[in-house]
């Protein structure tokens, strides 16, 4: 049953109760792009994108009115507030408390599900390993794992998943299982499909109404619905410049 609960020090329930009030009663939601198809800029999200978003995920998890979730993360993230909209759309528990290194360190509180950055994770497998290795559904996104924590995780028998996805896509819309049954592929969530232009993802999301969608992920597509993510291309035109101005100064 939805319900949440917070931590004694947490100071955003007001940004917590707007957010759920815009997507319960408004038509969009206004949050910040990662930068992932352009320059960073603020985006009007529809309810009903974000909704769809929620309900693929938490079919896709077996989450139910029984389930109880842990939001560690800032609310003003597109990650945070996806947390919140799916514990709204599954009819679920959600526990929030502030962003920190270690979210598990002070929690006593069931947890059946949590969302991390990759940070979060390691710090998580290094001082809270008996919490983490007892819940039973981790999604991690936001940045690359390490193989230095893809390989303690296999050797822990953990697996987690690591998520694929962006702002513009409502958060993730692919998943990647890293550790016990660790693979290199990201698998579509259910209505997504890939294509590949000029080595760089992209991506149609029929629950999202997204339509060729072009990323800067240069990807190897394995099929509609499998790729491996291979890196960024302005990343890669970064390190270019970098080692041409280099190059440049040598010679001075």
Not at 124 to 133: A, H, Q, R, V
Request: glycine share 4%; hydrophobic share 40%; proline share 2%.
């Amino acid at each position: 049953m939805f319900a949440i609960t917070y931590s004694n020090n947490y100071i955003d329930q007001k940004k917590v109760i707007s957010f759920q009030d815009n997507f319960l009663n408004s038509s969009s939601v206004d949050v910040n792009t990662s930068g992932s198809t352009g320059n960073p800029r603020k985006l009007l999200l529809s309810a009903e994108k974000i909704r769809a978003s929620a309900h693929v995920t938490n079919i896709f998890f077996n989450f139910n009115t029984s389930t109880k979730a842990l939001l560690c993360m800032s609310i003003d993230t597109i990650a945070g507030k996806m947390m919140l909209a799916r514990a709204i759309e599954g009819n679920y528990a959600l526990h929030i408390q502030s962003p920190s290194s270690r979210p598990l360190s002070h929690c006593e509180t069931k947890i059946d599900f949590i969302a991390m950055v990759p940070m979060q994770l390691e710090e998580s497998l290094k001082y809270d390993f008996d919490k983490l290795k007892n819940i039973p559904t981790i999604l991690v996104g936001g940045g690359p794992i390490s193989k230095q924590t893809e390989n303690r995780l296999k050797e822990l028998n953990i697996t987690v998943y690591h998520s694929f996805g962006m702002t513009e896509t409502v958060s993730h819309i692919a998943m990647r299982k890293v550790g016990k049954d660790t693979t290199s592929y990201y698998e579509a969530l259910s209505g997504v499909t890939f294509k590949e232009n000029h080595g760089k993802l992209m991506l149609s999301a029929k629950h999202l109404d997204i339509q060729n969608l072009k990323t800067n992920d240069l990807v190897e597509l394995d099929s509609t619905t499998r790729f491996r993510w291979m890196g960024r291309a302005d990343f890669v035109v970064i390190l270019v410049v970098i080692k041409f101005n280099w190059k440049k100064l040598k010679n001075c």
